[in-house]
């Protein structure tokens, strides 16, 4: 299922919303070989009185070291659950983390720490979550506290993990927003979130999730508030600051065009599972999941002209439901008798592209 007539080449710099082709860069191998988090069968529900929410439903991942890899899917999915999960941020009850693993390979060539075994409130996990593990949520107004200063937040983060003094931890936030780039950094530490813009707060956000130097990064939705212009620079600063902190890149995105521009490998989901995996390569030029297709054919690309969008047909099921078969039976345009008897299951067709679909 050869796609690479709807992609153009030109990078995406100025709206990072359009599909690009993509370039593999020279950390997959090193990715694939030494991970660095495994994410093991898991299963993320919320039991509310009207049902059970099933976010999560078996979902298996491999974030390789020094390497991005890209979650997209429609709202709803899983891709935030799955990353709150990583986090231990899911807030019981009424969710909770039903089964799986989440192992986090913290020095190379060690056993491994079972994230889900953990306390959430306990220490070990309070050092990995933002010393280790660092997240950028979608709406930094949302994750910045609105009565104290940018300067003042950063460093309360950089004093909780490290052994430092309050004009060290000063210091440090200086050099992490001069590190992003922020005009004017002595005075945007005394100034509080309202009074910057959007952009700026994002790359505050970033300062605060980089200070204490962590191994993962994960970014959910890292640049949907901001204009297209913003977008770009804000994606190639955290490619900048990837490289230079030799940090993992979780990149959690229903933008196809920051995929394209950012990502090594790529997971796409559908109803709290894994449809497909591979190399952005192989997502965007071979997608085998008719899920993955559509997607690509309903977003809009230079040089096609609008009236060939394809839109996916039908509604995500309810995340209450409980389906036989596999769940984008109902949507999917080749869908056959034993697609809605049983589920198929995530293997692998090519070197290192893995899909659920019953068409293999």
Not at 51 to 60: Q, S
Not at 67 to 80: D, H, N, R, W, Y
Not at 137 to 142: A, D, G, K, L, N
Not at 255 to 267: E, I
Request: net charge neutral; with cysteine.
């Amino acid at each position: 299922m050869d796609q690479s007539n709807i992609l153009v080449s030109e990078p995406v710099k100025q709206e990072t919303n359009r599909v690009t082709a993509p370039q593999v860069t020279s950390t997959n191998a090193n990715g694939a070989s030494s991970p660095i988090l495994e994410i093991r069968n898991l299963h993320t529900s919320f039991f509310l009185e009207t049902g059970t929410v099933r976010a999560v439903r078996g979902v298996d991942l491999t974030l390789g070291r020094q390497s991005v890899l890209g979650i997209v899917g429609e709202s709803g999915c899983g891709k935030s659950i799955t990353a709150m999960s990583v986090m231990q941020l899911i807030k019981s009850p009424p969710g909770r983390i039903v089964q799986g693993d989440i192992l986090f390979y913290r020095k190379e060539g060690k056993p491994p720490v079972n994230i889900v075994d953990l306390d959430p409130s306990g220490s070990q996990m309070r050092e990995i979550r933002g010393g280790e593990i660092a997240v950028i949520f979608q709406e930094p107004m949302t994750s910045l506290n609105p009565l104290f200063s940018v300067g003042s937040q950063i460093m309360e983060v950089i004093k909780l993990h490290q052994n430092v003094s309050n004009s060290q931890a000063e210091q440090r936030a200086l050099e992490m927003l001069e590190k992003v780039q922020i005009s004017e950094p002595k005075r945007r530490l005394k100034q509080y979130p309202h009074q910057l813009s959007g952009g700026m707060r994002q790359r505050v956000m970033i300062a605060m999730a980089l200070s204490c130097n962590p191994a993962i990064l994960i970014a959910d939705e890292p640049t949907t508030a901001l204009d297209v212009t913003v977008q770009a620079q804000i994606l190639e600063l955290m490619r900048e600051l990837q490289n230079d902190f030799k940090s993992s890149i979780m990149l959690i995105t229903h933008n196809l065009g920051v995929v394209s521009q950012m990502a090594d490998y790529v997971a796409v989901m559908y109803l709290g599972q894994v449809v497909e995996y591979g190399t952005v390569r192989d997502i965007f030029h071979r997608p085998l999941h008719p899920y993955t297709d559509g997607l690509l054919k309903s977003v809009p690309v230079l040089g096609r002209k609008a009236s060939t969008l394809v839109p996916i047909k039908g509604m995500v099921p309810s995340p209450t439901a409980e389906i036989p078969g596999c769940a984008f039976a109902d949507r999917c345009p080749h869908v056959k008798p034993i697609c809605r008897q049983q589920p198929p299951e995530l293997r692998e067709h090519a070197p290192g592209h893995k899909a659920a679909c019953w068409l293999y």
